[in-house]
């Protein structure tokens, strides 16, 4: 199993940045791809950003391009979500997530979650 635990949300004015962690632990050699997810109150989970283990190959969804960066270190197992000019529509419960397969926003194709860390951007 691979566990993984999010940290670094919190409440922001919009215009603001946060930054979140996601550490994996646990069978962490069978984790290729990580990505980044949210589900605000009352809508479909999204998905936001995904990375491959290299690093070489990212995705980012359309409402965050510009703004959200995804990066990993591997030596730490860690994935980051580096998010500036934050929007009041950006708050949700942002959700890593972790797969043996290849890079994708397709949240149907991870294996792995974690628990998520609320994000707030306050208007």
């Known amino acids: 199993q691979v566990q993984l635990v999010e940290s670094g949300g919190g409440l922001v004015q919009a215009g603001g940045s946060l930054r979140l962690s996601c550490a994996a632990s646990?069978?962490?050699?069978?984790?290729?791809?990580m990505g980044w997810f949210r589900q605000a109150p009352g809508k479909e989970r999204q998905s936001v950003a995904a990375?491959?283990?290299?690093?070489?190959?990212?995705l980012y969804a359309d409402s965050v391009k510009g703004r959200f960066t995804i990066s990993r270190d591997n030596a730490k197992n860690t994935v980051y979500l580096q998010m500036n000019s934050l929007k009041p529509e950006d708050t949700a419960v942002y959700y890593c997530?972790?797969?043996?397969?290849?890079?994708?926003?397709?949240?149907?194709?991870?294996?792995?979650w974690g628990q998520g860390t609320q994000v707030t951007v306050s208007s």
């Open positions: 646990g069978r962490t050699f069978r984790v290729n791809a």
């Open positions: 997530a972790a797969d043996s397969s290849v890079a994708s926003l397709n949240p149907n194709e991870y294996d792995y």
């Open positions: 990375i491959s283990w290299s690093g070489g190959r990212t």
